[in-house]
C-alpha cells in the first residue's frame, strides 16, 4: 500500500493533505476501453465482439451501448454482457430493418472480484451495422408452400359445394337430358379450380 498526501503553499503557509492513507492501486484501476470491436448483422439477431488484455479477459465486465446511427448518444440503449465473455448479441426484434445502428462498449474490474477494483473504462471506438432484411427467395418459397397447403382444402370445399348445389336442384336435373348434365358440371367444376387457383397466385 501508498499514503497519498497533497502538499500546497497557501498565504505563505505549508499545507498538507491526505486524501488516502493506505491507497492500494488494484482498488483505483481505469482499465482501457476495448479494441477490435466488429459487428455481423442477420435478420435475426446482431453479434458483436472485441478484444481486451488477455491478463484481464476473465476478470472484466462489459456494456454495451447502440443507437440508430442518425440518433446522439443520449438517446442509446444499454445492454449488460451476461458474461464475462467478449461478445454480446442483439435480437432482432430490437432493431429496425433497412436501418443503420451504431454500438459500443466500455469495462470494468467484475464486483464479483476480490483482488481488484475499478470505475468504467472510456467508451470504445464505434462499430456500424444494419439487420440483413428477409431474402426474396424465402418468400417466395413459403408464398409457394402456402399455395400448395390451401389448394388441397379449397379444391374440397368446391367439389363438396358442388355435389351439394347438385343433390338441391335434383328436380331440375331429372328434367333434363343425362348427355348434357355431366359436361355442364364438370365445366362448372374446372371454372371454380381455375378461380381458386387465381386467387392463391
Same mark, same amino acid.
Given at each position: 500500500g501508498y499514503r497519498v498526501s497533497l502538499h500546497g503553499n497557501f498565504f505563505g503557509h505549508n499545507h498538507t493533505y491526505i486524501p488516502f492513507p493506505e491507497y492500494s492501486p488494484r482498488r483505483h484501476i481505469k482499465p482501457d476501453p476495448p479494441l477490435n470491436i466488429q459487428s455481423n448483422a442477420t435478420a435475426s439477431k446482431c453479434q458483436i465482439w472485441w478484444s481486451v488484455p488477455w491478463c484481464l479477459d476473465e476478470i472484466l465486465q462489459y456494456e454495451l451501448q447502440y443507437k440508430e446511427h442518425s440518433m446522439s448518444w443520449e438517446t442509446a440503449l444499454n445492454k449488460t454482457a451476461p458474461s464475462s465473455q467478449p461478445q454480446l448479441e442483439i435480437e432482432g426484434t430490437e432493431l429496425? +430493418?433497412?436501418? +443503420?445502428?451504431?454500438a459500443r462498449v466500455r469495462c470494468k474490474v467484475s464486483e464479483h472480484e476480490d483482488s481488484?477494483?475499478?470505475q468504467w473504462s472510456e467508451w470504445s471506438q464505434a462499430t456500424v451495422f444494419q439487420k440483413a432484411g428477409v431474402p426474396k427467395l424465402t418468400e417466395k418459397i413459403l408464398t409457394a408452400r402456402t399455395t400448395q397447403f390451401l389448394f388441397i382444402p379449397l379444391s374440397f370445399g368446391t367439389l363438396l359445394y358442388l355435389c351439394w348445389n347438385c343433390k338441391l336442384s335434383s328436380r331440375a336435373r331429372q328434367k333434363a337430358s343425362p348427355a348434357l348434365i355431366f359436361p355442364h358440371q364438370l365445366l362448372s367444376f374446372s371454372h371454380s379450380i381455375i378461380c381458386t387457383m387465381g386467387i392463391l397466385r
Open positions: 429496425r +430493418a433497412g436501418v +443503420a445502428y451504431m481488484y477494483h475499478s
